[in-house]
């Protein structure tokens, strides 16, 4: 089992690493759609989209499976727990992304930019996006916190 630790520690590491550096991008860049005209909002929010696709899905559930491994497969209670709690912080970001994120995506990737709702001004969804697109890169985040807490009780 120890063996096994060794290898998916890395692992969990690297893909909360990347998961959590991705939604951090996003945050850090999603108050530039604030800025956009209607017009230019909805084209680029859906060429980010895309490029985030399917990295983000990748990392994040690559992570959550190393961890819920971990809290099985190491003996030291304290790398359990904080892979256990890395877990349950990536589950509520994946969570998070699946219940208000990706439907707002799909909901713009449907729309012509051209054509927008009469009544997109009431619709528009950019403060929505940006508010939860800053509770899931907080949860990655603080799972990567977890990962690397974790990883230093192991040296």
């Given at each position: 089992?120890?063996?096994?630790?060794?290898?998916?520690?890395?692992?969990?590491?690297?893909?909360?690493?990347?998961?959590?550096?991705?939604?951090?991008?996003?945050?850090?860049a999603?108050?530039?759609?604030?800025?956009?005209p209607?017009?230019?909002?909805?084209?680029?929010?859906?060429?980010?989209?895309?490029?985030?696709?399917?990295?983000?899905?990748?990392?994040?559930?690559?992570?959550?499976?190393?961890?819920?491994?971990?809290?099985?497969?190491?003996?030291?209670?304290?790398?359990?727990?904080?892979?256990?709690?890395?877990?349950?912080?990536?589950?509520?970001?994946?969570?998070?992304?699946?219940?208000?994120?990706?439907?707002?995506?799909?909901?713009?990737?449907?729309?012509?930019?051209?054509?927008?709702?009469?009544?997109?001004?009431?619709?528009?969804?950019?403060?929505?996006?940006?508010?939860?697109?800053?509770?899931?890169?907080?949860?990655?985040?603080?799972?990567?916190?977890?990962?690397?807490s974790?990883?230093?009780?192991?040296?």
């Amino acid at each position: 089992m120890a063996e096994l630790v060794r290898i998916l520690m890395p692992v969990a590491l690297f893909a909360g690493g990347l998961a959590a550096g991705g939604l951090a991008i996003s945050v850090l860049a999603a108050p530039l759609f604030t800025t956009l005209p209607t017009g230019m909002y909805v084209p680029v929010h859906k060429g980010l989209v895309t490029r985030f696709d399917p990295f983000m899905p990748i990392s994040l559930l690559s992570c959550l499976l190393c961890d819920l491994v971990l809290v099985i497969a190491t003996e030291d209670t304290r790398v359990r727990l904080l892979s256990a709690l890395a877990a349950l912080l990536l589950a509520s970001a994946i969570t998070v992304s699946l219940t208000k994120n990706v439907p707002i995506n799909r909901w713009l990737a449907t729309l012509d930019p051209q054509q927008l709702p009469t009544d997109f001004e009431r619709l528009d969804p950019r403060e929505r996006w940006i508010r939860w697109n800053r509770v899931r890169g907080a949860l990655a985040v603080t799972a990567l916190v977890a990962n690397v807490s974790a990883a230093a009780v192991l040296i």
